[in-house]
């Protein structure tokens, strides 16, 4: 049976903001979202996980095509014979560019960008970081530049005592009073009240979201800071994919990839961690300035932080000294990137040193355990706790 397959391509001409992403999409990206977009509705053939992505990407370097090449049935017949996925499968999905265009023109109304692993302008951080475990498409909606900006993640987990949410507006205040870009993570109050009190303060905030979140309509103060380039959303997931994850890594992960500092505000014994904001942290503590704030007695997540390295933050007064977070030259001086080859590169780097042991092609069972972690992994590392408080700060941060 000959089944014609072709992209969405629509005409358009409104433009987005960030160096080369404008609409239309490119050929890559059209061929990404079709492979891994959830769009609603499907049926028996999923779409592709990262790891079948990435095996995908990988054949299609080594045979010098790029995803575009995908909507010749032939690459997709190779390509699936020689990887191991579904033919079907992918001309499945490769066959949904009617759905995919209806939904390209509901978000190009309601001002969302859109930028494919492949192109050059997709974060330069999340793809550093990230590696081949960076999502294959990116979704936003507000000012691009921001992504460019040094930036604190204040992060902390869901159902933290009243406390822990008033430190977390006043490390926003902070930030803002010291023209730093604040990030927000996740659905919860804690995010909610840092994007607040980081806009209220006159300053910029990225907040990192689950797609559908989306959908839902902004607060006055979120419109006007949007419409002022001083606040974004951002998500790896479709506003389309109405799944309901009980765990969602991406969003920590993606949090960690676009700060140089951070601050773990502590909860209880009896939060929960949705997005893995604890994980995402532990990840990079030998690679940020990474604080945690508890309010008494530090929980069993606080303290794994302190003891693999990260700085306690107590009783710290706010006015401290203008260089409390240093930026890495290399974060701050950050430009989109222009590879030829982007997707060659990524087929050809390591990701996080978390998530290594379980990219391969014979453990795709395990595609859901990117946030699984032993405490072994850092036996090796020092444990030592350092308390920062006010008047200590002046040889603490040296440069790194």
Known sequence: MTVALQFCQPHWSSKIWLNNMTWPLSGDTNVTMLLCTWLGGEGEHLPLEIREYNVLVRWLHQND????????????????????????????????????????????RRDYWIVGRGDAAYPKRVRQHLRSFAPPVL???????????????????????????????????????????????????ISAGVAESGIGHGGSVIWVLQ????????????????????????????????????????????????????????????????????????????????????????????????????????????AVHEGLFEDRAEISSHEPSQLAEPEGELAQVDPPKSLVTEDTAEDESKADAGTEKSDAKKTDTPSIKISVRFGEQGDLFGSM
């Not at 090449?69 to 579904?86: F, H, K």
């Not at 490390?171 to 803002?176: D, E, L, R, T, V």
Request: with cysteine; charged share 25%; net charge neutral.
């Open 211 to 318: 797609g559908p979140v989306f959908g839902e309509p902004l607060r006055k103060s979120f419109r006007r800071a949007k419409a002022a380039g001083k606040f974004m959303m951002l998500s790896g997931r479709s506003p389309a994919d109405k799944r309901p994850l009980s765990q969602e890594p991406e969003v920590g992960r993606i949090a960690m990839a676009l700060c140089d500092s951070a601050m773990y505000l502590d909860g209880t014994e009896l939060s929960g961690d949705r997005y893995c904001l604890e994980d995402a942290m532990y990840d990079v503590l030998d690679q940020r300035k990474c604080f945690v704030w508890c309010m008494g007695q530090a929980t069993a997540a606080a303290e794994r932080l302190l003891k693999a390295g990260a700085t306690s933050w107590i009783d710290m007064e706010m």
């Open 65 to 108: 095509y790029r995803p575009g090449n995908l909507i010749d049935r032939t690459c997709v017949e190779t390509a699936a014979r020689q990887t191991g996925l579904s033919d079907d499968r992918l001309i499945a999905l490769l066959g949904r560019s009617i759905t995919l265009g209806f939904y390209l023109e509901e978000w190009q």
């Open 139 to 189: 979704f936003g909606v507000g000012e691009p530049k921001l992504l460019n900006g040094a930036a604190t993640a204040v992060i902390g987990p869901d159902q933290v005592m009243e406390q822990s949410n008033e430190h977390a507006r006043a490390m926003a205040a902070f930030c803002a009073q010291r023209h730093r870009i604040t990030i927000a993570a996740g659905k919860q109050t």
